[in-house]
T-cell receptor, first 114, second 111 residues
């Protein structure tokens, strides 16, 4: 099992450009999450999904969109990147319907917006 | 939203010392998570606990639900324990809607 994988690992964008971060998990988990990690702020929840075709906003959703067309994939989109979105992005997944839910994290994507 | 406070923010200790990291939260929860992040960034789940105490090797986690407080202990600390330790709880107390995190404790164990 690969667990949770993220693509790409690093990316540099210019302000206004768009991109999509891909998260994939092979554990048949229902729940998937996107977090961002910033120095001094810790990890914060951007969006999450409790199943295929469903998404919900987290603590810091502005400037991001997400889609969960397949159970194993959770995409995070930046339509018009801003320097404030420079961060390390982590995806996580967890099992469903019987809590509490241990989360499995991907290796992270380091994004720089210039 | 649940609020999480961790202490200390930074901790430097000598090899072999007993380490304690504390975490408190504001809203009743289904479970609390302790995570470890090494330089280079990967995040690993150490413990998930909803009551009492759990032990894994030299790591022990305890939780007091009534006081909304948890501690992570490391016995016989070793330089390879150097990492950031993060406490996390469900964002709204329940469990399905993601986690909210403490700012982490940066631990350095010197030989």
């Amino acid at each position: 099992n690969a667990g949770v994988t993220q693509t790409p690992k690093f990316r540099v964008l210019k302000t206004g450009q768009s991109m999509t971060l891909l998260c994939a998990q092979d554990m048949n988990h229902e729940y998937m999450y996107w977090y961002r990690q910033d120095p001094g702020m810790g990890l914060r929840l951007i969006h999450y999904s409790v199943g295929e075709g469903t998404t919900a906003k987290g603590e810091v959703p502005d400037g991001y969109n997400v889609s969960r067309l397949k159970k194993q994939n959770f995409l995070l989109g930046l339509e018009s990147a801003a320097p404030s979105q420079t961060s390390v992005y982590f995806c996580a997944s967890s099992y469903s319907w019987r809590g509490p839910y241990e989360q499995y994290f991907g290796p992270g994507t380091r994004l720089t917006v210039t | 939203k649940n609020e999480v406070e961790q202490s200390p923010q930074n901790l430097t200790a000598q090899e072999g010392e007993f380490i304690t990291i504390n975490c408190s939260y504001s809203v009743g929860i289904s479970a609390l998570h302790w995570l470890q992040q090494h330089p280079g960034g990967g995040i690993v789940s150490l413990f998930m606990l909803s009551s009492g105490k759990k032990k894994h090797g030299r790591l022990i986690a305890t939780i007091n639900i009534q006081e909304k407080h948890s501690s992570l202990h490391i016995t016989a600390s070793h330089p390879r324990d150097s990492a950031v330790y993060i406490c996390a709880v469900p964002y709204s107390g329940g469990g399905a809607d993601g986690l909210t995190f403490g700012k982490g404790t940066h631990l350095i164990i010197q030989p």
